[in-house]
């Protein structure tokens, strides 16, 4: 009794954490840009941890990696999950290429794009066009970026094939890719179907009986070892293939 009592409370605080934190948030994204855009980012990565421990979710990250990490990379991962939205931009201090839908959701949106998140629209070729443009140009003012070569939320298992952008970006720069492979344990309850509300979404990780995800984190991969953006492309989908069948078969 007195621990759920005691849990209860614990989740209330967190929440009321998490809504305070969002109301001060956006209300700082309303700020001229010019003020907000290099303290912006390190207060959203603040709020996504905040969101993570209101949803009561443990994320581990898996260093994995047997050399030290670059400074600059291309950070890419699977897409399983509407979490990693939040995981992956607690875990790395990287500017995120999103679908352009979230950069209207309802808050969520103005936050997104405060924080300096680049979208895309992924059906048309010239979206597409105009943002490998802006990742190349961020890389070479030497920001980090992060995308996910599925091209989507794409279900619990791989996508393939994966699409080039991220291997062109990596190829043309010269910049360094870091892959993280996402594992939730309760792969159902963290899956992100076809059509499904977010905010049901929200609810069903918030509700899980595990709310456990990993997040394994490998050795940099040196673009100038490659010849070109397809044999890159292929290197890496074979590791997320072995990586798959490692950690969910």
Request: glycine share 6%.
């Amino acid at each position: 009794m007195l621990y759920s009592i005691g849990t209860l409370l614990i989740r209330g605080i967190a929440w009321f954490d998490f809504i305070l934190a969002t109301a001060l948030l956006y209300l700082f994204s309303f700020f001229p840009k010019k003020f907000i855009e290099t303290r912006y980012r390190p207060l959203f990565r603040k709020w996504c941890w905040l969101f993570i421990r209101a949803l009561g979710v443990t994320l581990k990250l898996h260093q994995k990696n047997t050399h030290p990490l670059p400074k600059q990379y291309i950070l890419i991962g699977n897409h399983p999950s509407v979490f990693e939205d939040l995981g992956m931009s607690a875990a790395f201090n990287v500017r995120f290429l999103a679908k352009e839908e979230i950069k209207y959701w309802y808050i969520l949106g103005r936050i997104s794009l405060a924080a300096g998140t680049l979208y895309v629209k992924r059906e048309s070729r010239d979206s597409r066009k105009v943002a490998s443009a802006q990742l190349i140009a961020l890389l070479q003012q030497g920001d980090s970026i992060g995308l996910y070569p599925e091209g989507g939320c794409k279900g619990r298992r791989l996508f393939l094939p994966f699409l080039y952008g991220a291997f062109d970006a990596a190829i043309q720069s010269g910049v360094p890719i870091i892959p993280v492979f996402l594992h939730y344990e309760a792969q159902e309850a963290f899956e992100w179907r076809p059509q499904e509300p977010l905010l049901h979404k929200l609810w069903e990780i918030a509700n899980s009986a595990n709310k456990t995800a990993n997040y394994y984190v490998f050795d940099a991969i040196d673009p100038k070892q490659f010849n070109s953006k397809e044999t890159l492309c292929e290197y890496v989908q074979n590791l997320y293939l072995k990586w798959q069948k490692q950690y969910l078969e």
